[in-house]
């Protein structure tokens, strides 16, 4: 018999408390302490690092051992679903008009770049442990340097979805959490590279900062169809955007549990079960953003044909949306981490961390001073900061300087990022097979090699932009 009395009963509703209460601490300490307000750290992220702190040092030395598990998993899980929900609204977004006329070819240049950078931080960062894995820590996990594009290019949830396949199908010891730190380490990487520069531009005299910025991306069209379904009838209209949202999940996980059940049932043998199968259910969020593209389409051609008279996907709902799932899996993300488990890897991570960052800084101002050389700085600190954290990052980035965003860097993120979809589905797939065996790990550097210098050199020479 259920027993709503019963601690058990409450345990979600606890953690998910525990998390707005970090999160409302964190967005307090972001607008009244000048030096977080200053340092560009989202109010996720600060809220994250808090709980953080405030697991490991406060309730892990005072609670049972399987409470901190409990509550490490809890996160972990809501990392994990928080990333594909968040990306099934944003596939569910009704095509708007552009709000800038952007030059021909420019989703093609932005999407390229946005990969290439995946792949020169994946080249750094495996280059690095394959050479340590032969000669100075034999011990180390030969793949993991390519999580880099992964935590700094994808984000937390990737970082965390990847890592956890390499933890439990590879052996990787403290790989989720391994994953999870390069992602927190991007978000340090994004706020510290953005004050740096701010200011170096800001001494050149080539910038005047704003105390405040205006957010004309944010304004409540909450009907920008006429034929828009009511705010309010029989269903509430934000209930809708939520159901269409679940909808997509469930079939998301039809999609992947009837594929995974085929595969073990020795389809393609040990590869499908071992090696396809975990990589379905990491990349669950990319599955369900296909799955959003899809019934987008059939909406549209229901439409057209005069069969559906109505547009239920609201694109300002569906952005509150995915901005919620979003800010829930930083913070989740970074208190999801295991201290313990970084013990040992910590020197390297300072290390990877500072290489790969500072190879991504110096690349992206190389790069989009020669792609956008109208508006160089705002595009640097953009896809840095969407490079280094999530896309949000770069449009905090960008606000400092262009605050009513009269250049089309913010736009650059949005179709670059659709673009890069295309360009970086190999990537995924090479994330994949590296840690299969050795001659794999090689063979995936080999390739990436290639790839960055195919991409870098279509950036380079068939840009009309750019003058070498």
Known sequence: MFDFTSPDSWQSI??????????????????????????????????GFLGLLIKEFIYAPLADPEAVLALNQFFSLITYHAIALGFIALGLKVSEKARYQLKRGQSFFSGLLIVSTYLIQGLVGLSITLGLSYTFMPDLFRSSGILFPMGFGQGPGQALNIGTVYETSYGFAGGASF????????????????????NYLAKKGHVKRTETAVDTFNSPQLNSSPDEIPLAESIDKFTIQVIIVLFVYLITYGAIRG???????GALGDFGINTIGPLLWGFNFIIGMLFALLL???????????????????????????????????????????????????????????????????????????????????????????????????????RELDPEFKTPAASDLVVGSSTAILFGFPVILLVGIAPVSDASTWLVLGIIAVLFSVFAGILLYFNPKVKL
């Open 179 to 198: 994953g999870l730190a390069i992602a927190s380490f991007g978000f340090l990487w994004a706020a510290i590279f953005g004050v740096i520069y701010l």
């Open 14 to 47: 606890y953690y998910f408390g525990l998390i707005a209460v970090l999160l409302l601490l964190g967005n307090t300490l972001r607008r009244k302490v000048p030096f977080l307000r200053r340092s560009l750290l989202p109010s996720a992220v600060i809220a």
């Open 259 to 265: 594929t995974t059940n085929w595969l073990n049932g």
């Open 296 to 398: 987008k389409q059939i909406l549209m051609l229901l439409r057209k044909n005069k069969v559906m008279t109505r547009q239920y996907p609201n694109n300002f709902l569906l952005n509150r949306i995915s901005g919620f799932t979003f800010d829930i899996m930083i913070v989740a993300s970074i208190a999801a981490i295991r201290l313990e488990d970084l013990a040992r890897y910590w020197v390297l991570l300072l290390t990877l961390g500072l290489i790969v960052g500072i190879t991504t800084a110096l690349y992206m101002i190389f790069m989009t001073s020669r792609i956008y050389p109208e508006y160089k700085n705002e595009a640097t600190l953009g896809m840095f900061g969407m490079l280094t954290g999530t896309a949000s990052t770069g449009v905090i980035l960008i």
